[in-house]
């Protein structure tokens, strides 16, 4: 397997733009993390999924971001407008939960920046 | 819910020497304690793990220990390497259930030659 891939690696878009982010986990895997990665707030887990349902999406910022997983094989996370504070690197992960977790595979991330 | 927190945020030492992570956390319900290492450029990716069913785990040069009772635990490197140098990440999660992993915010650690 190829790991996760996300995709693009680098966004440079203009304020108000919209944004959107994709990854494929790792085929098999039913669980799918999306995190935000900044200096002064460290990983921060913005959306789980698990079998493409989302179970916990508290940490998503505010209504401007938005995740979607339609199917075992693809994630989006759009963000909608863009403003520079979410200028950060945005990582996608995945992982098989159930009798015995396997741990978080993450994808390469997306370096995003709002200019 | 979980709350772990990471110590120091960056650690220098010289090549040779031994290098020591501390974490601790929150809900005494995790059971499930992986360590992530992140190079520049890319993805934090798990190095060692351990499960709240052992104290100690050892591959080849780093090791984890865990002390439930104090809920701590610690990431060890030993005979520390320049390549050793990245981000670490510790994290805590249940597994089962609603599984999230909570992360650390991470410690920096240098290995000067």
């Known amino acids: 397997d190829a790991g996760v891939i996300q995709s693009p690696r680098h966004e440079v878009t203009e304020m108000g733009q919209e944004v959107t982010l994709r990854c494929k986990p790792i085929s098999g895997h039913n669980s799918l993390f999306w995190y935000r990665q900044t200096m002064m707030r460290g990983l921060e887990l913005l959306i789980y999924?698990?079998?493409?349902?989302?179970?916990?999406d508290s940490g998503m910022p505010e209504d401007r971001f938005s995740a979607k997983m339609p199917n075992a094989s693809f994630s989006t996370l759009k963000i909608q407008p863009s403003e520079p504070r979410d200028s950060a690197v945005y990582f996608c992960a995945s992982s098989l939960i159930g009798a015995v977790n396997t741990e978080a595979f993450f994808g390469q991330g997306t370096r995003l920046t709002v200019v | 819910g979980e709350n772990v927190e990471q110590h120091p945020s960056t650690l220098s030492v010289q090549e040779g020497d031994s290098a020591v992570i501390k974490c601790t956390y929150s809900d005494s319900a995790s059971n499930y304690f992986p360590w992530y290492k992140q190079e520049l450029g890319k993805g934090p990716q798990l190095i060692i793990d351990?499960?709240?069913?052992?104290g100690e785990k050892k591959d080849q040069r780093i090791a984890v220990t865990l002390n439930k009772t104090a809920k701590h635990f610690s990431l060890h490197i030993t005979e520390t390497q320049p390549e050793d140098s990245a981000v670490y990440f510790c994290a805590a999660s249940t597994t089962g259930g609603s599984y999230i992993p909570t992360f650390g915010r991470g410690t920096s650690l240098i290995v000067h030659p």
């Open positions: 999924f698990n079998n493409n349902v989302p179970i916990d």
């Open positions: 351990i499960r709240s069913n052992v």
